[in-house]
T-cell receptor, first 111, second 114 residues
Framework: SQQGEEDPQALSIQEGENATMNCSYK?????LQWYRQNSGRGLVHLIL?????REKHSGRLRVTLDTSKKSSSLLITASRAADTASYFC???????????FGPGTRLSVLP | DAGVIQSPRHEVTEMGQEVTLRCKPI?????LFWYRQTMMRGLELLIY????????DSGMPEDRFSAKMPNASFSTLKIQPSEPRDSAVYFC????????????FGPGTRLTVL
């Protein structure tokens, strides 16, 4: 069964705006990871947040994790056309097993 | 490092033929994963190896699919016989030490079965 579920399925914004994507999951996790996939390419790891962390930053990326709500969000600030891609969350359970990807959010950043 | 290497990048074959996809993980990584991606099903984990040993193959769709990892630097995913519904992009990924760490993906093999 699907563990991570991203929301929205698709998002279209103007360059310079912020983009927020959400991920919900069902069971307890060890960590949650976000990946980006450009069209026709493999996935690229962006950031990993552990279950005992609440927020993490990497450049223009900000990830939050709320284990009580079983949800995470990925914020991309000051978006650029090059950020256009699909973004996936992946959850890892408490045993370090069951690495499960969600269906992804397609982000389009318009110049 | 060249990253995860997959071959071929594109494969077009006819129904019933055998297909073999190849993967070379990043040197030093001891976990390897095979995924399939389609519009309908998204990204599905087919099988993963740890230290060359298959740990979880519950995602392998049926007996027509088999995967091997004869050594730390090479893995194959074989489909025999292939069917049109096997058409997808197949990704190989590797990581250091089990599933919990970040995975590095190859560029994928786009398989079309006519």
């Amino acid at each position: 069964s699907q563990q991570g579920e991203e929301d929205p399925q698709a998002l279209s914004i103007q360059e310079g705006e912020n983009a927020t994507m959400n991920c919900s999951y069902k069971t307890s996790i060890n960590n949650l990871q976000w990946y980006r996939q450009n069209s026709g390419r493999g996935l690229v790891h962006l950031i990993l947040i552990r279950s005992n962390e609440r927020e993490k930053h990497s450049g223009r990326l900000r990830v939050t994790l709320d284990t009580s709500k079983k949800s995470s969000s990925l914020l991309i600030t000051a978006s650029r056309a090059a950020d256009t891609a699909s973004y996936f969350c992946a959850t890892v359970d408490n045993y370090g097993q069951n690495f499960v990807f969600g269906p992804g959010t397609r982000l389009s950043v318009l110049p | 490092d060249a990253g995860v290497i997959q071959s071929p990048r594109h494969e077009v074959t006819e129904m019933g033929q055998e297909v073999t996809l190849r993967c070379k993980p990043i040197s030093g990584h001891n976990s390897l994963f095979w995924y399939r991606q389609t519009m309908m099903r998204g990204l599905e984990l087919l099988i993963y190896f740890n230290n060359n040993v298959p740990i979880d193959d519950s995602g392998m769709p049926e007996d027509r699919f088999s995967a091997k990892m004869p050594n730390a630097s090479f893995s194959t995913l074989k489909i025999q016989p292939s069917e049109p519904r096997d058409s997808a992009v197949y990704f190989c990924a590797s990581s250091f030490s089990r599933q919990g760490n970040e995975q590095f993906f190859g560029p994928g093999t786009r398989l079309t079965v006519l």
